[in-house]
């Protein structure tokens, strides 16, 4: 099959795009089916029941910390990250060119302005080579977006490079 055509009424779309390579796949085991039915049939399936709690428990645990809190969704995540963070209006937020409109609308949510650095060609995370050349003194965090299982290569821009430099940001 060469390239998909727009959509023709009365055409199906799924086998329009059946041989088409998808970018990810959802790895979906045996005990996730079991919990995503027990939260269903529990009739808490968003903001309460025993997965939030257990979740909050556990990962407070993982990072070593008295409490975890769970929120709606990522954009709520990255929007509290950046407001506990002090990222506020004027300060710049480096993040990557490709990557979900949540990111830059978390950055946009706290005043900030989301700069866009180009993707890596083999990984498709933000390319390290590029970050630099966007870095000024209203730079206060980089937001790598570690996508589709590849972890953004981010060496360069962490710990002690960054003191070394006089830098002071955050990768978060």
Known sequence: MGRPQLYERGKDINQEFAD?????????GEKELEYVCDAVKSGWISSQGKYVQQFEEQFAKYCGVRYG???????????????????????????????????????????AKPVFVDSDPYTWCINPDKIEEKINRNTKAIMPVHLYGHPAE?????????RERRWEALAI
Request: net charge positive; charged share 10%; aromatic share 4%.
């Open 20 to 28: 088409m390579i998808p970018v990810a796949t959802p790895s979906i």
């Open 69 to 111: 809190a769970s929120v709606a969704n990522g954009t709520v995540a990255l929007h509290l990250a950046l407001s506990l963070l002090g990222i506020r209006r004027n300060d710049e937020v480096i993040i990557p060119a490709l990557t979900y409109i949540s990111v830059a609308n978390a950055v946009a949510y706290t005043g």
């Open 154 to 162: 981010m060496r360069k821009h962490t710990g002690q490079n960054i």
